[in-house]
Structure formats: structure tokens, C-alpha cells
């Protein structure tokens, strides 16, 4: 009888201690449960956000390649104006020597015979 009862108050012991495990191990669970459901909700709004920066990256890039071509046919444009205006300068300038040139001879031819004059 006594053996008997060791046995029983042995059985509801291992009874009770494997219905606290299996309640530990129900809690881990659930625990681990919620823990993946939220960092696949923090994994998905990274990727969302990821997915809205590489957007963004790219009409940045778009932007900035637009923007560079821009700058590089104003630079072009610019720089063929000066060009155009050094030529026109340097064509200018040699008009206005010839100008003076003629001037100077002109001079020069009224000059002579009104000097021949006064001699």
C-alpha cells in the first residue's frame, strides 16, 4: 500500500511537473510567436522603406544626370559665345587699326601739302 502510494504521489509529481513544462514551453512559444510576427512586420516595412529610397535614389540620379547635362550644354553655349565674341573683338579690333590706319594716311596726304606751304 505504501508502495503503492509512492507510486501514485510519484506519478502526479511527474504528472505536474511535465504540465508546468508544457505550460513554460507554451509561453515560450507564444512569446516567439509574437516576437517573429513583429520583426517580420519591422523586416517588411524596412523593405518598403528600402524600396521607397532606391526610388528616390534613382530620380535623384535622374535629376542630377539631367541637371549635369544642362550644365555641361550651357557650358557649351557660353563658351561658344566667348569664342564668337573674341573672334567678333578680334575682327573689331582690326577693323578700328585699319580705320586709324586710313585715318593716319589721310592725315598724312592733307598734312603734306599744307606743310610744303609753309616751308
Same mark, same amino acid.
Given at each position: 500500500?505504501?508502495? !503503492? %502510494?509512492?507510486?501514485?504521489?510519484?506519478?502526479?509529481? #511527474? *504528472? +505536474?511537473?511535465?504540465?508546468?513544462?508544457?505550460?513554460?514551453?507554451?509561453?515560450?512559444?507564444? $512569446?516567439?510567436?509574437?516576437?517573429? #510576427?513583429?520583426?517580420?512586420? @519591422?523586416? =517588411?516595412?524596412?523593405?518598403?522603406?528600402? /524600396?521607397?529610397? #532606391?526610388?528616390?535614389?534613382?530620380?535623384?540620379?535622374?535629376?542630377?544626370?539631367?541637371?549635369?547635362? !544642362?550644365? *555641361?550644354?550651357?557650358?557649351?553655349?557660353? @563658351? /561658344?559665345?566667348? !569664342? !564668337?565674341? #573674341?573672334? $567678333? $573683338? =578680334?575682327?573689331?579690333?582690326? %577693323?578700328?587699326?585699319? /580705320?586709324?590706319?586710313? +585715318?593716319?594716311?589721310?592725315?598724312?596726304?592733307?598734312?603734306?601739302?599744307? *606743310? /610744303? =606751304?609753309?616751308?
Amino acid at each position: 500500500a505504501l508502495l !503503492d %502510494e509512492t507510486r501514485v504521489e510519484h506519478e502526479q509529481a #511527474k *504528472a +505536474q511537473a511535465a504540465a508546468a513544462f508544457e505550460e513554460q514551453l507554451a509561453a515560450h512559444v507564444q $512569446g516567439c510567436t509574437y516576437n517573429i #510576427k513583429h520583426l517580420q512586420k @519591422q523586416l =517588411d516595412a524596412s523593405l518598403l522603406e528600402n /524600396a521607397h529610397l #532606391k526610388s528616390a535614389a534613382a530620380t535623384n540620379q535622374h535629376s542630377l544626370e539631367a541637371y549635369a547635362s !544642362d550644365c *555641361a550644354a550651357t557650358i557649351k553655349h557660353l @563658351q /561658344a559665345q566667348i !569664342d !564668337d565674341l #573674341k573672334m $567678333g $573683338g =578680334d575682327q573689331k579690333v582690326a %577693323e578700328l587699326q585699319a /580705320a586709324l590706319e586710313q +585715318q593716319a594716311e589721310t592725315y598724312k596726304q592733307k598734312r603734306r601739302p599744307f *606743310a /610744303a =606751304d609753309h616751308r
